[in-house]
C-alpha cells in the first residue's frame, strides 16, 4: 500500500487525513477485504470469538434441554441477566442507527467515515439483544404466540402489554438497520466487484450488489432512499429504547414505575453505543492502519456524544432518588434505599462511578484526544451500563412490596457462560464483516476528500 | 444351511456398508438390497436378533436367552409397578358401581392415627384412588379442619419408596412362606406358654387390636406386651399417676374458657385434639361475632409455636423453668405453700395479674401444660384447674383411651432386660422404628438382635428392618380395616379406599396369625370384634352407619370427676441450674414428626410454623446466644452439642422469640434408611435424647466448630415496625383500643378511591363474585391450609436444593413478621394465597393473555397458553405466582401419578402457576347448582385452604350474595386489603388481628 506514504497525519480538526485521493481511499478499504493475506490479530481474534461462540451454545443447549431453571432467577427475581443482557444490547446497537440516520440528516460529515461498522455494530447488537426475549422464555418455542398470526383460535396477543410492544419494536427496528446497512453497502459492494480478482468473489459481490453501475439516475435513487430511510430511522432511534423502557415502568414493581424511564434510557443507550463504536473503532483503526481515515477528530466527537449522554443519565439517576423522596411514596423510598445501601450497594456504586463519575474526565481534551485512555473508558461505560440495568432490574425485583418474599439474586455459571456467548457471537459476526465487506464507506469517505468539495465549490 | 442365503441381520449390513462412502455407499445399498437376503430380512420384517430362531442360536442371542430376558423382565415389570394384578376385563362399567359416576370424586369416611390416636376424615376418591384426605366434619377431633400429617398421608400411600414385599435378610420371600416359619415358631413357643415372645407396638387405641392382644396373652400367657412412641404423651401418663394415682385422660373444652394460661402447651397445633381446640379458641376471639367476650391467652414457652404466636402475653422461659411459674401460679392461688417470688422477675412480674385474672374466671379458664412438660407441671395444673372449679365445664377427665397406658419407657427397658437376659425368641416389631427413636442409651439397634428371631411389620424398609431377619411390608392406613380412638374416646373405623397396592399386611393380621384363624381378613377381625361389643340386633345397619359416619355414635368415653390426690404436690424437687450450659430440648418437628413422615416431601417442604425451615431440623438458638457461642451468621454455622458424653454435630439457626440459654432440636431427621427424601436429611437429635431426658435437661455443651450447613429457609426474618411500618402489612391493635375507634386497626394505611383509574368500571354485579376473608385473628400458622392446597392442586415438590433457589412451588404460602425486639418479638402470621386482584397487575403485562380475568372476578390462569415470560411474576406484588423452572412435575413415577387430582392440569416445565380459588370446585359446583336450577349455596365450595383450616380463619364464597360468609366480613370493621394503596383491589382481605392484653401486665 504505497499511498499511504502520501498521507500525513491529520491535524486535530481534520476529519480525514490530508493527501487522500479518491483512488487511494477506495485502495486503503477494499483492500483489507480483498487481500488474500488474513492477518494473524484477525485470526486470533476470530478464534478467540467461536471459541465463545461454542460456549454460547453449550449454554443455549443447556437452557433449551433442561429450561431456565439452569439461571439463577427464582421467586421473586423472574428476571436477571437476560433481561439486562437484551437491554444492554439493545442499547448498544442505538448507536449505530443515530450515526447514520440522525447525523445524516443533520448533515454531520465526519459520521461517513463511522457509520458503516456502526450500522453493522447495531446489526450485531440487535442479533444478540433479539434472541434473549426468546430465550428467557419458559418454552420458547412457542414464542410465535407473541406475534399477531392468524389462527383459527381466535387468540390473539395482549396489546396492552409492553412486551408485544417490544416485538413490534425491536423486530422494526432489525429490519429497518438491515435495510439501511445494505442499501449503503451497494455501491461499496460494486466497487469490490469491480476490483475483486477471483470470479467467485466477483460473482458474489456482483450479485449483492443489485446491478449497480454509478449512473447518475442510479445516484439520485440512492440518495432518495437514503434519506428516506434515514426519515424513517431516526423516529426508531428515540421508540425502541423507550419501548423497552416501557418494560420496566409499565410494571408497577417499585423502582420501575417511573415516568421519566423513556428519554433516560435512550439517552442511556446513545452513550453505551459510543462507548462500543469507540470500542471498537480505537482497536480496529491501529490494526489496519486507518488512522487516516478514522481521525482523532471522530473519536473526539463521539467522545463527546458519550459525555453529553453521560451526564443526562446521571442527571436521571439524581431525579430518580429525587423522585422518590419527593413523591413520598414508600415503596419506591425502599427501593432507592435499598439500591444504594442494600444488598446490592457494591454493583450501585460502581454503576454511579462508571456512568456519573468517569463521564466527567471527558471534559478534559487531553482524555478525549488520547485514544488508548479513550478506549479504556469507553469499556468503563460499558461496563457501567450493564450494571445500570442489573441494578434497575434485580435489586428492584428482589426486594419489593412484600419483605416477606424478599431474596436476593444469585447468578449461575449458565447466566455468565450465555452473557459471554453473546459477546462471542457479536464479535464472530463483527470479524466476519470487517472480513467480507468494506468495514468504512468508500464513497461516503471519498465526499469528504477536498478534490469532491473543489468541484461542487466550481460547479457552484 | 447351505441350500438357504445366509440369514442377514442389521450388523451384517453394517458390516457389508462399512467404509462406503458417497456415491459408492448408495451404490452398495442398492447392490444389497437386491440380494435375496436383503429381501428375505426384510420380509421377515423383524431383524433377526431382535428374537433368535431355532437354527442358529447363540449364547448372546438366543431364544433361551430372550426367554430367561422376558422372564426376567416380566418379572422385573412386576416388581416395578408392584400392584397385584387382578383380573383385567377392558370393558364400560356393565353394572355399574353404586353412586359412582365418572368423573365425580367419591368421599369414605375413615380415620388417621398419630401416636395411635385418631382424627376422623373423608377421603377423596376418583375412580377408586384416594387422591386427598379432608377432616371429617362429623368427627369431634376433626369438626371438618385437618392437620398437615392427615393431609399428607395420601402422598405416603403412593410413596415409591414404600417397602413392597416380604423379606427375609433382604431377599424377597413370599407370604405363605413368612406364615408357615412363623408358626412354626409359635408352636415351639406353644410348649413354654409363649414365654420367649415379645410384641413391641406402637401406642395403641384401638379396641379390635387390643383384644387381639389379649386373645395372644389368652394363648401365650406368657407372651409380652411392649409399647414405645418416642413423641407419645409420656408425662401426662405418669402426671395421672401422679396426681390421680390411676390413669387418666384429659380434654379440654377452650369454647368456655375467658382465660387460658398455657404452660409450654402448644394446644392450637399439636397433640390429639389441637384441630378442635383450635376451632374452639378461634371462636373466642371473633369480635363482632356473636358478642361472645373476646379470650385471653398467656402461654409460658421457650420456643415460638403456632400457639405462642396467638399468645397476648407470652413469656420466654426456658423448658425447666415452666415448672417455677406453675409452682408460683400454685403458691398464689394458694394451693401450695411456698415463697411467691422467684428469682425471675419476668415470673414475678406475671403471677399476680394472672392468678387475679384466673380467679375472675373461675370455672372459665383453663390451665394447660405442655405434652413435654415433666408430670409435675401437669399435676399442678390439674390441681389448678380443680380449685379453679374448670374441672366438668372446659376440663374433662375420662378413662384412658390407650389400650395399655403403660409408662413405655420402662417398657421398653423391660424389653431391654429380657433381650440382654437371652429371654426372646420371637420379637414382633409392628410399626414404629425403635432402632432409630429409642433412648439412646438402650442402643437398641444392636440390643434387638439379641432376639433370636425378628420379625418387623413396616411401611419402610428402615432402620429397624435393617436389623431384623423378616421385614413383611405394612398397609397403609388407606389399604385396610382398621380403628382407633379419638382424643376423648369416640371410636371410628378406618375403612380402606384401595387394594393394598403392594399386597402389604396390616398388624392386624399379623396378630392373628397367633390365633386358630391365621386367614381371617383384616375387615372381618374389625367386624367380627364390634359384633361381639355390639349389642343390638342390627347390627349389619349399625355397622353401615359407623363406617359411613367415620366414628361409632356415643363411643366417646363418659367424663368423670376425680379428685387430684393431696401428695401429688408434695414434694417439690429445686430446679436444677444452668451453670453455664446450656438447657437441650427435644421437640418433635412440626413436618416429619418423630421421623415416621421423614419419607413424605410435602411434609419436608411445607415451611414449618414460624421458623419458616423446609427439609431440615437445626440447632435453634436465640439471638442473645450468638454472640455467646461465637455465631456470626442467623443460620448455618456449626455447633458441637455434647450432652452426657454423646456428641453430635448440628448447624445452627437463630430463631428470634426464643429463651435464651436453650437449644432446641427437631427429631425425626438424620434418618440413613427412610428412603430417598428422608436420607441424608438434617441431623439425628436421638444421638443425644436418653429415657432421663425425653424432652428437655440442663447440661448441654455447645461449642462451635468447623463446617457449613445450607438451610433452605423460605423467608428471612423481616419486622413489622422500623422500616417496614409503612406498608401496613399486618392490621393489628388491642382490643380495648378496637372497641374505642375501630379505625384505630387501619391507622396510616390508605387505600385509593375507586374511581382513581381511567379504565372503565368492569360490572361484577350480576352472577357470582367470588371472594375470600382471612382473618388474622384466628389463624395459628398452622400451615395445613399449605398442604391441603398442595395436595388438592397437584403442586409439585422440588427438592431441598431448588427450594434454596427460590423455586418452591406451593401456591399458599404463610408469612411470619416479628413486632418489637429481635430477642422477645411478638409474631404474626398471615397466609397469602393469590389475591385475585379486580385491577391484576399480572393480567396486563401477559403478552400472550394466559392471564385473565373471568366475569366472576377470578384470575384464571391458562397454563396452556403461557409461554414463560414470567412478566406477571414480577409485576405481582403479593408475590404469589410460581414458575415451573424445570419439569418439577412427576411425569415418571408410576404410582404418584395415581396421587393427582384428575381435575387440575398436572403443569409442565416453563408455566406459570398460582392460586386459582380452587377454581375446579367452583366449576363443579356450578355444574351441579345449574342442573338443579339453582344458585350455588353459601358454603358449598370450600377451597381446599378454607376446608383444612382449624380455625376457619379462611372464608370463601360469593360477594355478591349479601347473606354470605364472606360478604358480611368484608363488612367487618376489621376487613382491610393487603396492600390496598396500590390499587390492585383484591377479592382476598384480611381481618386485622387484636391482642386482648391485660393492662395489668401491660403496665
Same mark, same amino acid.
Given at each position: 500500500m504505497a499511498d499511504q506514504q502520501v498521507v500525513e497525519r491529520p491535524t486535530e480538526e481534520q476529519i480525514i487525513a490530508p493527501g487522500y485521493s479518491f483512488a487511494s481511499v477506495t485502495d486503503q478499504i477494499a483492500a483489507v477485504v480483498l487481500t488474500k493475506h488474513t492477518p494473524k490479530f484477525w485470526f486470533a481474534a476470530f478464534s478467540a470469538a467461536l471459541g465463545l461462540l461454542f460456549l454460547f451454545l453449550l449454554a443455549v443447549g443447556q437452557l433449551l434441554v433442561y ?8 421467586t421473586p427475581v423472574f428476571w436477571g441477566w437476560a433481561i439486562t443482557n437484551f437491554v444492554w444490547w439493545i442499547g448498544i446497537g442505538h448507536a449505530g442507527t443515530l450515526i447514520s440516520a440522525i447525523l445524516l440528516l443533520l448533515n454531520q460529515r465526519w459520521r461517513n467515515s463511522i457509520n458503516r461498522f456502526a450500522e453493522a455494530m447495531t446489526l450485531f447488537a440487535v442479533a444478540c439483544a433479539g434472541m434473549f426475549p426468546i430465550l428467557h ?11 399477531p398470526y392468524p389462527n383459527t383460535m381466535g387468540i390473539e396477543p395482549n396489546f396492552r402489554s409492553p412486551l408485544v410492544w417490544d416485538v413490534f419494536a425491536v423486530s422494526t427496528y432489525a429490519t429497518v438497520s438491515a435495510l439501511f446497512w445494505f442499501v449503503g453497502l451497494i455501491p461499496d459492494l460494486a466497487t469490490l466487484r469491480d476490483r475483486a480478482k477471483p470470479r467467485i468473489l466477483k460473482v458474489a459481490y456482483g450479485i449483492l450488489s443489485? *446491478?449497480?453501475?454509478? #449512473?447518475a439516475r442510479h445516484w439520485s435513487v440512492y440518495e432518495t432512499a437514503s434519506l428516506l430511510l434515514a426519515g424513517l430511522a431516526t423516529p426508531l432511534v428515540l421508540s425502541v429504547h423507550t419501548v423497552v423502557s416501557f418494560d420496566f415502568t409499565i410494571g408497577i414493581v417499585p423502582g420501575w414505575? #417511573?415516568?421519566?424511564f423513556p428519554p433516560y434510557f435512550v439517552a442511556g443507550a446513545i452513550y453505551s453505543g459510543f462507548a462500543m463504536v469507540l470500542a471498537l473503532a480505537i482497536p480496529l483503526r491501529q490494526v489496519y492502519g486507518l488512522q487516516g481515515l478514522i481521525t482523532d477528530k471522530h473519536l473526539d466527537n463521539a467522545a463527546k456524544v458519550m459525555m453529553a449522554t453521560g451526564l443526562i443519565v446521571g442527571y436521571s439517576y439524581i431525579m430518580e432518588a429525587f423522585a422518590a423522596w419527593y413523591g413520598g411514596n414508600t415503596y419506591e423510598m425502599a427501593a432507592i434505599a435499598h439500591r444504594m445501601f442494600g444488598p446490592y450497594k457494591v454493583y450501585y456504586w460502581i454503576l454511579i462511578s462508571c ?9 478534559f481534551k487531553g482524555i478525549r484526544r488520547n485514544s488508548a485512555l479513550l478506549f479504556v473508558w469507553s469499556l468503563i461505560v460499558l461496563v457501567g451500563m450493564w450494571l445500570e440495568r442489573f441494578v434497575i432490574i434485580v435489586s428492584s425485583l428482589a426486594q419489593d412490596?412484600?419483605? *416477606? #418474599?424478599w431474596r436476593l439474586f444469585h447468578a449461575t455459571r449458565w447466566d455468565v457462560f450465555t452473557f459471554l456467548g453473546t459477546i462471542g457471537l457479536f464479535t464472530f459476526l463483527f470479524f466476519l464483516f470487517i472480513r467480507a465487506l468494506p468495514m468504512i464507506s468508500i464513497f461516503e469517505v471519498r465526499t469528504l476528500l477536498p478534490q469532491s468539495r473543489v468541484k461542487e465549490e466550481v460547479q457552484g | 444351511m447351505s441350500d438357504s442365503p445366509q440369514k442377514l441381520d442389521l450388523a451384517a449390513v453394517r458390516a457389508r456398508l462399512e467404509g462406503a462412502r458417497g456415491p459408492e455407499y448408495w451404490r452398495s445399498l442398492n447392490e444389497l438390497s437386491a440380494t435375496p437376503e436383503f429381501k428375505e430380512m426384510v420380509e421377515r420384517e423383524f431383524p433377526r436378533q431382535a428374537i433368535g430362531w431355532?437354527? /442358529? ?5 438366543g431364544r433361551r436367552n430372550f426367554l430367561k430376558l422376558m422372564g426376567a423382565s416380566l418379572a422385573l415389570g412386576g416388581l416395578a409397578a ?7 376385563f377392558i370393558m364400560? @362399567? ?5 353412586d359412582l359416576i365418572p368423573g365425580r370424586p367419591m368421599f369414605f369416611a375413615t380415620a388417621t392415627t398419630l401416636n395411635g390416636v385418631a382424627t376422623g376424615v373423608l377421603a377423596e376418591s376418583h375412580e377408586g384412588r384416594p387422591t386427598k384426605i379432608e377432616g371429617n366434619p362429623e368427627h369431634p377431633a376433626s369438626l371438618g379442619a385437618l392437620d398437615v400429617y392427615s393431609q399428607a398421608s395420601v402422598l405416603g400411600l403412593y410413596d415409591p419408596d414404600r417397602s413392597q414385599t416380604v423379606q427375609l435378610n433382604g431377599a424377597i420371600r413370599s407370604w405363605p412362606y413368612f406364615v408357615t416359619t412363623f408358626r412354626d415358631q409359635l408352636a415351639q413357643q406353644k410348649a413354654k406358654g409363649g414365654a420367649g415372645i415379645r410384641i413391641l407396638t406402637e401406642t395403641i387405641t384401638s379396641p379390635t387390636m387390643a383384644a387381639q392382644l389379649k386373645a395372644v396373652q389368652a394363648i401365650y400367657p406368657q407372651a409380652k406386651w411392649h409399647q414405645w412412641d418416642p413423641a407419645g404423651p409420656h408425662s401426662a401418663r405418669a402426671a395421672a399417676m401422679l396426681a390421680f394415682g390411676q390413669p387418666v385422660n384429659t380434654y379440654y373444652d377452650f369454647?368456655?374458657?375467658n382465660v387460658v394460661v398455657s404452660l409450654d402447651a402448644d394446644f392450637l397445633n399439636s397433640g390429639p385434639a389441637s384441630l378442635r381446640y383450635a376451632r374452639q379458641f378461634a371462636q373466642r376471639r371473633?369480635?363482632?361475632? =356473636?358478642g361472645e367476650k373476646m379470650n385471653r391467652l398467656y402461654v409460658a414457652e421457650p420456643f415460638p409455636t403456632p400457639t405462642g404466636t396467638k399468645a397476648d402475653h407470652r413469656l420466654l422461659l426456658r423448658a425447666g423453668d415452666i415448672e417455677k411459674l406453675a409452682w408460683t401460679l400454685a403458691i398464689s392461688l394458694g394451693v401450695a405453700q411456698g415463697?411467691?417470688?422467684? /428469682?425471675?422477675g419476668d415470673i414475678n412480674r406475671w403471677t399476680g395479674p394472672v392468678s387475679r385474672d384466673l380467679e375472675e374466671n373461675k370455672g372459665a379458664c383453663i390451665v394447660i401444660a405442655g405434652e413435654q412438660q415433666p408430670p409435675i407441671v401437669h399435676a399442678v395444673a390439674a390441681i389448678l384447674n380443680e380449685k379453679l372449679g374448670n374441672v366438668g365445664t372446659t376440663v374433662f377427665y375420662t378413662d384412658p383411651i390407650e389400650a395399655n397406658p403403660v409408662d413405655q419407657v420402662a417398657s421398653l427397658n423391660d424389653l431391654v432386660k429380657d433381650l440382654d437376659a437371652g429371654a426372646v425368641d420371637l420379637l414382633l416389631i409392628l410399626g414404629g422404628n425403635p432402632a432409630f427413636? $429409642?433412648?439412646?442409651? !438402650?442402643g437398641m439397634r444392636d440390643r434387638?438382635?439379641?432376639?433370636r428371631t425378628r420379625v418387623r411389620l413396616g411401611l419402610y424398609d428402615d432402620e429397624t428392618s435393617e436389623v431384623c431377619q423378616w421385614h413383611i411390608n405394612e398397609t397403609h392406613f388407606l389399604e385396610t380395616w382398621g380403628d382407633a380412638r379419638a382424643f376423648d374416646g369416640t371410636v371410628s373405623i378406618q375403612q380402606p379406599l384401595i387394594e393394598p397396592l403392594y399386597n402389604g399386611r396390616s398388624a392386624m393380621q399379623l396378630l392373628q396369625l397367633?390365633?386358630?384363624?391365621? /386367614?381371617?381378613t383384616p375387615y372381618n377381625i374389625v367386624k367380627n370384634y364390634w359384633r361381639d361389643q355390639h349389642? =343390638?340386633? %342390627?347390627f349389619e345397619q349399625w355397622w353401615r352407619r359407623s363406617i359411613h359416619d367415620g366414628l361409632i355414635a356415643g363411643s366417646a368415653l363418659p367424663p368423670k370427676t376425680i379428685a387430684v390426690r393431696g401428695? $401429688? !404436690?408434695?414434694t417439690r424437687v429445686a430446679p436444677e441450674k444452668l451453670a453455664g450450659k446450656f438447657e437441650v430440648i427435644f421437640r418433635p418437628d412440626p413436618g416429619v414428626y418423630d421421623g415416621r &413422615? $421423614?419419607?413424605n416431601g410435602w411434609l419436608q417442604e411445607f ?5 419458616? !425451615?423446609?427439609?431440615d431440623n437445626a440447632a435453634f438458638i436465640s439471638p442473645r446466644d450468638k454472640q455467646r457461642l461465637g ?5 448455618g454455622e456449626m455447633l458441637k452439642l455434647t450432652y452426657q458424653g454423646r456428641s453430635l454435630n448440628a448447624p445452627v439457626f437463630v430463631q428470634p422469640a426464643m429463651a435464651e440459654g436453650t437449644i432446641v432440636l427437631h427429631l425425626? @431427621?438424620? +434418618?440413613?434408611? =427412610?428412603?430417598n427424601a428422608a436420607n441424608g436429611m438434617g441431623f439425628n437429635p436421638y444421638g443425644l435424647r436418653t429415657a432421663k431426658a425425653l424432652w428437655h435437661d440442663v447440661g448441654l455443651e455447645a461449642v462451635k466448630t468447623d463446617g457449613e450447613h445450607a438451610f433452605a429457609a423460605t423467608q428471612d426474618y423481616h419486622a413489622l415496625? $422500623?422500616?417496614?411500618? %409503612? +406498608?401496613?402489612?399486618i392490621h393489628r391493635g388491642t382490643l380495648a383500643e378496637f372497641k374505642k375507634n375501630p379505625e384505630s386497626v387501619h391507622e396510616g394505611a390508605e387505600a385509593p378511591p375507586r374511581?382513581?383509574?381511567?379504565y372503565p368500571e368492569w360490572d361484577y354485579s350480576k352472577g357470582y363474585a367470588w371472594g375470600m376473608t382471612i382473618d388474622l385473628n384466628a389463624?395459628? =400458622?398452622?400451615?395445613a391450609c399449605i398442604v391441603a392446597c398442595q395436595a388438592e392442586n397437584n403442586i409439585a415438590v422440588v427438592g431441598k436444593d431448588q427450594v434454596r433457589r427460590g ?5 399458599m404460602r404463610v408469612d411470619a413478621y416479628y413486632q418489637g425486639s429481635e430477642a422477645a418479638p411478638a409474631i404474626y402470621n398471615q397466609p397469602v394465597p393469590c ?7 399480572c393480567e396486563l403485562v401477559c403478552p400472550v393473555q394466559a392471564t385473565s380475568h373471568s366475569s366472576e372476578g377470578l384470575n384464571d390462569m391458562v397454563y396452556n397458553r ?5 412478566y406477571c411474576a414480577n409485576n405481582c406484588?403479593?408475590?404469589?405466582r410460581r414458575f415451573?423452572? &424445570?419439569? &418439577?412435575? %412427576?411425569?415418571?413415577?408410576p404410582s404418584l401419578?395415581? !396421587?393427582?387430582?384428575?381435575?387440575v392440569t398436572v403443569r409442565s416445565r416453563g408455566v406459570m402457576e398460582k392460586c386459582t380459588y380452587c377454581v375446579q370446585r367452583i366449576n363443579a359446583a356450578k355444574i351441579d347448582s345449574e342442573r338443579e336450577n339453582r344458585k350455588i349455596r353459601d358454603g358449598e365450595i370450600q377451597t381446599a385452604c378454607e376446608a383444612s383450616c382449624p380455625a376457619q380463619a379462611i372464608v370463601f364464597g %360469593?360477594?355478591? /350474595?349479601?347473606?354470605s360468609r364472606v360478604a358480611k366480613l368484608k363488612k367487618d370493621e376489621r376487613n382491610y386489603s393487603l396492600l390496598a394503596d396500590l390499587n390492585t383491589r383484591p377479592r382476598t382481605t384480611y381481618l386485622a388481628t387484636l391482642r386482648n392484653p391485660n393492662p395489668e401486665i401491660e403496665a
Open positions: 429450561g431456565v431453571g439452569v439461571w439463577g432467577l427464582r422464555l419458559g418454552r420458547p418455542w412457542l414464542m410465535y404466540w407473541l406475534f443489485l *446491478g449497480w453501475r454509478g #449512473s414505575h #417511573s415516568t421519566f456512568n456519573v463519575i468517569a463521564p466527567n474526565a471527558l471534559w412490596n412484600l419483605p *416477606g #418474599s | 431355532s437354527e /442358529d442360536e447363540n449364547p448372546d442371542q408392584c400392584t397385584r394384578q387382578p383380573t383385567e364400560p @362399567y356393565v353394572r355399574q358401581p353404586e369454647s368456655k374458657a371473633r369480635v363482632g361475632e =356473636g415463697p411467691k417470688e422467684t /428469682d425471675n427413636t $429409642a433412648p439412646v442409651e !438402650l434387638l438382635k439379641k432376639a397367633f390365633t386358630e384363624q391365621p /386367614d381371617t349389642k =343390638g340386633l %342390627d401428695e $401429688a !404436690l408434695a &413422615f $421423614a419419607n415451611p414449618k410454623p414460624v421458623t419458616k !425451615l423446609t427439609w455465631i456470626n451468621s442467623n443460620a425425626g @431427621y438424620g +434418618r440413613t434408611r =427412610g428412603g415496625d $422500623a422500616d417496614n411500618a %409503612d +406498608r401496613h402489612i374511581s382513581l383509574t381511567i389463624c395459628t =400458622g398452622c400451615s423455586r418452591i412451588m406451593q401456591w389475591m385475585q386482584c379486580e385491577n391484576a397487575p403461557c409461554v414463560g415470560t414470567r406484588p403479593y408475590k404469589v415451573n423452572f &424445570f419439569l &418439577f412435575s %412427576d411425569y415418571e413415577t401419578k395415581l !396421587l393427582q387430582n384428575p381435575d %360469593d360477594i355478591n /350474595d349479601p347473606n
